[in-house]
Every structure is written in C-alpha cells, then in structure tokens.
RNA sequence: GCCGGUGUGGCGGAAUUGGUAGACGCGCGGGAUUCAAAAUCCCGUUUUCUCACGAAAGUGUCGGUUCGAUUCCGACCACCGGUACCA
C-alpha cells in the first residue's frame, strides 16, 4: 500500500530523536583523537524576533558543510548565538516603552524556537549573547589587555552629531546628511572617542590577503582597496616671504608620483588645513571659500557634480628641486584633510583632476611624460591628462628615464636635499569605537581628576549595565542614570566617574568565533580556530571581516590566542541573497503576493479588482512586502522543503528568487523521494545481484555519490541537487518491480538515505528508518563508493565530420585509437557524410570523441 | 571614472583540464489513471525550414587560434555589485 510523507508527524519525532541522542554535541580535543576538526561557522544573526529567508538559506548551506564533515568523520564544531546589542533594541525601548534587555531575550526566544524547527545540526551548548554580562565583561576584559598593550587609545576626532538626539551617529546612520531618526541636520563635532590601533595591523591585513585562498578573490580585492596602501613620498615646499607660524620648514605635501615633480604648478591646502584656516582670520574670500565648500560637502552625489573650487592664498613656495622657481599656493575643495598630509602639489599633465582644476584657474600645463611613440616637439596636452608610462622629459636630471625609474630617483634626491622621504600611506583609519549608546558593551575605565584614565580592575569585572535606565530623555541613558557613573576611582579611592560610552556592536561580532571556541581555555581555542568553513552574506565583505581579522591580530598579541597566520577564517564563503517578486497597486502602492491574482496576462488586485503591475525580483524586504515567512512555509511544507528549495537551482554564491511553485516542486520531491523508500517494503536487507540490471542500478548509485560528494566539496549545492534528482529518477523506475534487483535497489536506498541527510535530515531519518537501518542516518558514515562501478567497460563515442556530430558507436574501452578509427570509418550513419570526399584526418581523443575531417 | 563579476531556451541554471550545448528543476503543451477531482505516472518542449525523414543556425556582439571553442586570445556592448575628488 502506498503512504504519503507527513513532514509534520516527523520532523519534530526526529528532531527529538536528536536530541535525545546529543547528536550534534562537539567532542572534546582530548576524545576526539586522530579525528580531523572541523569548524562550520555561519554569521550570527541579529535577534530581530523573526526569521527570515535568507536565515534559512544561510544556515540550510552552513548545516550541509556541519553535516557532511561529521559524516565523513571530522570531529564539527557548529555552534549558535546572537549578536544581540544594537539601535534596534534601543528603539523599541523608545516606541513601546520595552526594556531593551527584555525585548531581547525575547526575541532570542523566539527565534531560537523557529531555529530549531529548521533540523539544524547546532551545537546549542555552546550559544551566548553578545549581550550576557559574561560575554560582554569577557570583552572588557579584552578591551583593557588592548589599552595596556596600546591597541586602544583615545582621541579627539571628528563626529558625526545628532544635534537632536544628541549622540554620535555611525557613518551608516546618516542619510543625506540628516540623521536617521531625528531627521536633524548633522554636525561635524570634534569630540575624544575610543580608537583601535588597527592601522597597526594594515600591511600585515593587506599582505596576508594573498594567503587567504578559500576566500573569494572579490571579498579580497574589497578589503585590499578599502586598506588601500599607497607608496610614494612625502616632503616639503619651502615657503617663501614671511613664514606661517608653525610652517618654517613648509609645506608638507604627500605624492604617489614624484617623477611629476617638474610639471608641478600649484600646490593646494585642504579647506580646513590649518594654514587655510589661520589665513580666512583675516581675508574674507578665504572665509567665504572655506564656508562654501563646507556648504557643498563631501557627500557622494555632491562630489559628483561639484564643481572644483580652489582660491589663491596669496602665498608662494619653492620647488624642492629648483629653489628659483616659486609656485602659488592655493586652497582646493578637492583637497581632503584627511588623507595624507591635507596638501597636494598639483602637476596637471598628469592628473586629470588637477588639470581640470588648472583650466579653470589659468595654471601652467607643463607636460613631463612622454608616451611612448609621441614626439616630444609636437606632444600636448588638452582636455586628457596623460597618466601612464613613458620617458621623463622636460626634467632636469630625470630627463630620459622612464617613469619607473624616474620615481625612486626623484625619492633619493629628496631625501639627499633632506626635504622629505618615501612614504607610504593608507586609505585606512583606526577605528572609532565610542557610542553614546545604552544597548552596548561598557567601556571599563574610569575618569579620575588625580589619576587621568584608570582601567576598571579584572575583578570588579564584567561592568554592568544598569537595569533601571529610562529612555525619555534624548542621548545616552548612561549619562543621564542617576547614580551608576559615579564610582571611586580604583588608584586614588576618591570620587570619580564611569566612562559612559559604550563600544561599537561590531566590536561584539569580531571575536565571537573565539568564544565559541573555548569560552575560558586557550588550548581549547588553539585546537579549533580557525575557522575551517565560514558562511554569511558579502554585505559584511569588508567591515566585520576586517575586524575580525586584525581583533585575531590583536588577540595574538595580547596572548589570547595562539594562531599562527593570525587569520582567524580559513575558508569564506558569501551567499546570494533570496528575492522574490513584487507587485503594486495601480496607486502605485507595494503589495503583498497574497494580494494579487493573476487573470490571464494581466494581474489585479484582489481586494479592489483594480490592475496590478509586477515589479522588479527583489531582495526580500518588509518594505517591498515581498517576504515569504519561513514559519508558514514550514507549517505548509515542512523544513527539509524550505531547505531543499533555498539550495537548488541557483548557485549558492548568487541570488535565488523563491516561487511558490518551486516551493511546490521541493515538496513534489520529496514525496517522490519517500515513494522509492514506501516501495521497499522487505526490510532484511536483500543479497545484491550480479545481473546485468543489478549492476546498472549499483553503477547509477555509486555514480551519484560520486558526484554528490564532488559538488558538496566544492560548495555547488544545486549540482548536488540536480545529481540527486536524476538519481531518485533511476532508483524510483526500479524500486520494487524486479525482485532480482531487490538488493541493489536496497543498497542505493541505503546511500541515497545518507546522500540526502545535509539537505533533508528528517526525510532522510524517516527513509532510513523505514529501511530497518541501524541508528540514526545523521550519525551514520557518508556512504563508501566502490571504483569498479565508477568506471563503464564501454562507452558511446559521438562520430564528428568537421566537428560536426553524425553519429555515434560504443565502443568497449580497451579499443585501441585504431581500432575505434576503423568502426568509426565504417559506420553506417556518417558514410553519406564521407561519400566522395577525401579523408584527411581522423582524430580519435580516447573515451571523449571522433571527428573524421573531410575536404 | 576605477576595480570586480555576469551574459547560454519562456524562466533558474548544467556542461570545472578545448571534445555530443541546453543536464536537473520550474513553466507550458499533450496523454494515461479517475464517475470526477486531488495525487501520481508517461511523452514532448532552443530557433527556423520540412507533411515527414531530416537539414541549417545557435551560448551578448565582431574577429582570431584550433580537426573541434560556452570554455583560450583580441576588440567591443549590456547588465549587476563594490568604490571614489585617496593626491
């Protein structure tokens, strides 16, 4: 009699099956022997209180590596947790009067719950919150080994503030120059914040990127241009006439091309260089650029079109190789303090910006690179600078070199007339980690008006946050809670007061993977990190990766860890996104799937019976209303549905657009999976056969197999899918018709069983079970493939004439080139191919292909 | 602008050392089963021409290398992602 799967009755039967058994739980590295360890780590989630589709596509992927290594005997570390302070919590606590903690334990809840129905293979032993006071004084205890190793320190810098909300707001949270929340205006405030040295670590981070090959080459190339080391020199234009205080030796300039030096023909300041500065005192059209360019900004649209902007400060400077030519200085809105020295000289031959800038303003264009096969008498320079290669000309003692040797010349002279040195510069900055925020780790310092800045003893650790913090009032509760920033200071005794920053939630989720590892015991962290596969979104490609990377620096510094690469992620694998369609009203409004309907061509609105326009295949958003909720499905569906269809069909790394009918085709599956099972219905396992449809069915399995294992290896889950379709195809024409076949039939069960348990563990458990197996398939060895049935005695060679397909024979493979030219020369479906022609060639590529070349 | 990626049927995609293009899934068409439906199963489905047998063209475009190119080389086009007055 023929039975239907029921995903509800077993999925949760299973689920408990697993957890009875501790099936997942990591065995120790005293107990786990030779066994290879493998650490499968996907990207923590932030508790929102509900899963989304992409969870599930990003665990289902991380749960088949977790599954498949235990399988193939690696001793897996897979554990779970929640990166869990952060704005939101905050926010709730403002709009519904919910204390931040409780809103996120709850959450955490919840969607442990929803977790859990997924059949994960999570070691949940292991889970924390970034928010447990164990884990976040841990973190102070980390940050206070930084500040005594100098990793951390403090200074004044400039901020984003939120004159309303009155806080520093992330780069991230300021839209169009407004704040995200308060919609105010934002300021550039120079407050003293908390800095990590990870400048420190930029050659070593940009170096070791090369080494990082189970990394995507383009997560690499992010990080190596976001570092952005650039090589060149810096040195100084001496001033002449009365010197700027404080600029006797001149003006400090940074170049990554001072093979140029002698086309230069300005040299402009940064708006707010200090010179800039001190000079609009007392001239007023230097005061009105400066506030000008301030208005335009440096926002991205604005850079776009700005147009250049530069005043002439009236000073003049000497060239470094020519103390008789005098060169105007000017003030430039393309000129950023913040990067290298603020000041630029200008050599617009060279440079598109600074020729576009030396049109407007009537500067000398000097050509000193001559392309290669350019005339030096007729060569000019127009509206396109010339940045490549070619041969210094125009130069003085650069003259004839190329630009390549001209660079390092130009340095040694500088250097020779000690004006300045090689430099090398980077785009990156050490990282402000100061937040006026509530929901976030505690700096553990203190301020004492004796002592200056006193770090919090380790066993007055973890500093707590206050549980009674009202949120009525705009900026930090911290600041604002009546008693808690006042403690005695720990050197002195006398009064003192709490630092009421707290650290930047990046900081959480840059060393969780090492508290997965071993929470107190370094050697436990030695043994599994680093990570061997790590699963998450290319959104985090250069933050949290950064971070994460120069904290494993850090930590191997302070002695928290002991890796010798000091890259705590070996392997990275970023997935695609999951989309879904979208649809709006014919007001132009997003509606929801549901609330559409498709009549023949045209698509209208349910409710209204007005048309309705399908949008464009979109990320899943609550905006767009084109989320699909995992419960629903898995209440409809079941998890191994939601599973299965987020890893077939698109390639894991790129974006896969759920459909209800695909959803429909996953959970068609697996009922056709459970129908090759239902029709086997003797459980003693059966002899196998040795006819030839025995051997057919064992080739398919151990065929199939072969290939499963290929694609899981290398992260090709909807290869794996395909194999694994085709295969139930073969086994489910067989299964139970033939009683000669029963034992092969029982044997690629068997495997498909196992094959099947990183996609589907509750299907797999309930197929195997119904077999009479031993056990549970999720603890079960992935199954062994035999080579004699990997290879075929014959094969079918496809007959080309001029690369043409006409045919084919099959052949026995231990045919030699000849032999198989003479069946191929005699073949009946290509001779009206060959007829009359002459044979020129015939290549015969062993086991692939024959191509008979005719004239 | 610069850097990177991707272009293959109606759709998602296979073809991973240069060797049968379109596996597998979705959709669509036809059929079987059924009183009927659901479910299931079978057949077909790149395009054009042909009653058919077949033939020709075809992997973004144009060219090249090769007996043979989705795959290698050159030039270009489109889309997606990242990034930027970075000196």
Same mark, same amino acid.
Not at 318 to 324: G, I, L, T, Y
Not at 345 to 358: I, V
Not at 393 to 401: E, K, T, V
Not at 751 to 762: E, N, S, V
């Given at each position: ?17 697993? &957890? ?24 923590? %989630? ?11 596509? *990003? ?16 001793? =897996?570390?897979? %554990? ?79 901020? *984003?503030? &939120? ?61 190596? *241009? ?12 001496? !001033? ?53 360019? #301030? ?19 009236? !000073? ?45 303003? &009537?500067? %000398? =264009?000097?050509?000193?690179? !001559? ?64 937040? $006026? ?31 009674? /913090? ?22 002195? #005794? ?45 959104? +985090? ?30 392997? !990275? ?6 989309? +879904? ?17 498709? $009549? ?39 998890? &191994? ?10 390639? %894991? ?9 695909? #959803? ?14 239902? #029709? ?110 990997? =290879? ?49 060639? /015939?290549?015969? =590529? ?10």
């Amino acid at each position: 009699m023929v039975t239907r799967y029921d995903p509800q009755a077993s999925e949760a039967k299973w689920r408990s099956a697993w &957890d009875q058994a501790d099936l997942f739980k990591t065995i120790s590295p005293e107990d786990a022997g030779d066994m290879p360890k493998a650490y499968v780590l996907e990207m923590f %989630p932030y508790p929102s209180g509900k899963l989304h589709m992409g969870h599930v596509r *990003n665990y289902a992927m991380g749960d088949v590596v977790a599954r498949y290594k235990r399988a193939t005997g690696h001793n =897996v570390l897979h %554990p779970m947790g929640w990166d869990a302070f952060g704005m939101p919590a905050e926010n709730a606590a403002m709009e519904r009067n919910v204390h931040p903690s409780e809103w996120t334990y709850q959450n955490i809840d919840a969607m442990r719950a929803q977790f859990q129905k997924l059949g994960l293979s999570l070691d949940w032993s292991r889970e924390f919150a970034t928010c447990d006071p164990e884990y976040y004084g841990a973190q102070q205890a980390l940050f206070l080994k930084f500040l005594e190793s100098g990793l951390v320190y403090r200074k004044a810098s400039k901020v *984003n503030w &939120d004159p309303v909300d009155n806080t520093v707001l992330a780069n991230e949270q300021v839209i169009d120059g407004r704040g995200w929340r308060s919609g105010a205006l934002v300021e550039q405030r120079e407050l003293t914040q908390w800095f990590f040295q990870i400048t420190k670590y930029a050659d070593d981070l940009i170096d070791s990127l090369e080494t990082l090959d189970r990394w995507p080459e383009k997560v690499r190339i992010m990080q190596g *241009n976001w570092i952005g080391r650039s090589q060149g020199a810096t040195f100084r234009w001496p !001033l002449t006439g009365n010197p700027v205080a404080g600029y006797e030796d001149g003006i400090e300039t940074f170049t990554t091309r001072p093979d140029t030096l002698f086309g230069a023909s300005f040299v402009a300041l940064a708006p707010d260089h200090p010179i800039t500065r001190e000079l609009a005192k007392t001239n007023p059209d230097i005061k009105t650029f400066i506030e000008e360019a #301030a208005r335009i900004g440096t926002t991205e649209e604005a850079i776009e079109t700005a147009p250049k902007l530069g005043v002439d400060l009236g !000073l003049r400077v000497k060239h470094p190789f020519d103390p008789s030519w005098e060169i105007p200085v000017w003030s430039a809105n393309f000129v950023l303090s913040t990067y290298g020295t603020g000041a630029v000289f200008g050599s617009p031959a060279g440079d598109q910006r600074d020729l576009d800038f030396a049109r407007k303003y &009537d500067l %000398p =264009v000097k050509p000193v690179v !001559l392309p290669p096969e350019e005339d030096a008498a007729s060569y000019k320079i127009d509206k396109e600078a010339y940045t490549g290669p070619g041969t210094i000309y125009g130069s003085d003692f650069l003259d004839g070199m190329s630009t390549e040797d001209a660079l390092p010349a130009a340095i040694a002279k500088l250097e020779e007339l000690s004006l300045g040195e090689k430099t090398t510069t980077y785009r990156l900055r050490d990282w402000g980690v100061s937040r $006026q925020r509530y929901w976030g780790c505690p700096i553990p310092v203190i301020h004492c008006e004796s002592c200056g800045i006193v770090p919090v003893p380790e066993a007055d650790l973890p500093v707590r946050l206050p549980d009674d /913090v009202s949120f009525d009032k705009p900026g930090n509760p911290l600041e604002h809670h009546a008693t808690w920033k006042d403690a005695p200071c720990p050197k002195c #005794a006398k009064p003192a007061r709490r630092e009421t920053d707290t650290l930047d939630t990046f900081v959480d989720s840059s060393w969780y993977y090492s508290r997965f590892a071993g929470a107190d015991n370094k050697a436990e962290r030695s043994y599994w990190l680093p990570v061997d596969q790590y699963v998450g979104g290319v959104e +985090h490609a250069v933050l949290h990766l950064l971070y994460s990377r120069f904290f494993a620096r850090a930590m191997n510094e302070v002695g928290e860890l002991d890796l010798p690469t000091g890259e705590p992620i070996a392997g !990275l694998f970023t997935q695609g996104m999951v989309t +879904h369609e979208t649809f709006k009203s014919s007001q132009d409004k997003w509606l929801e799937p549901s609330e559409v309907e498709q $009549q023949g061509e045209n698509w209208i609105e349910i409710a209204t019976g007005n048309p309705a326009t399908v949008g464009p295949i979109e990320k899943m958003s609550k905006s767009k209303k084109n989320t699909v909720d995992p419960d629903a499905i898995i209440s409809s569906f079941g998890a &191994d549905v939601a599973r299965w269809f987020v890893l077939s069909d698109s390639p %894991p790394e790129r974006d896969v657009e759920w459909t209800q009918s695909g #959803a429909e085709g996953a959970a068609r599956f697996v009922q056709r999976v459970w129908s090759v099972f239902d #029709a086997l219905t003797d459980s003693d396992s059966p002899a196998i056969g040795t006819d030839e449809a025995s051997v057919a069915i064992r080739r398919a399995s151990h065929k199939a197999v072969e290939a499963i294992t290929k694609a899981i290896d290398e992260f090709r889950f909807n290869s794996a899918v395909a194999t694994i379709h085709e295969w139930v195809s073969t086994l489910k024409k067989a299964s139970g018709k033939d009683a000669a076949t029963l034992g092969a039939e029982f044997e690629g069960a068997s495997m498909l069983a196992r094959c099947i348990t990183p996609f589907m563990p509750h299907l797999a458990e309930e197929c195997w079970a119904h077999l009479g197996q031993d056990g549970l398939v999720s603890a079960a060895p992935w199954p062994k493939t035999d080579n004699t049935l990997l =290879v075929d005695d014959s094969v079918t060679l496809p007959i080309q004439v001029n690369g043409k397909r006409r045919g084919e024979i099959k052949v026995a493979k231990t045919l030699s080139k000849d032999e198989v030219e003479a069946i191929a020369l005699a073949n009946e479906e290509v001779a009206s191919f060959l007829a009359g022609k002459d044979i020129k060639k /015939v290549i015969v =590529v062993p086991g692939r292909i024959v191509n008979i070349v005719v004239a």
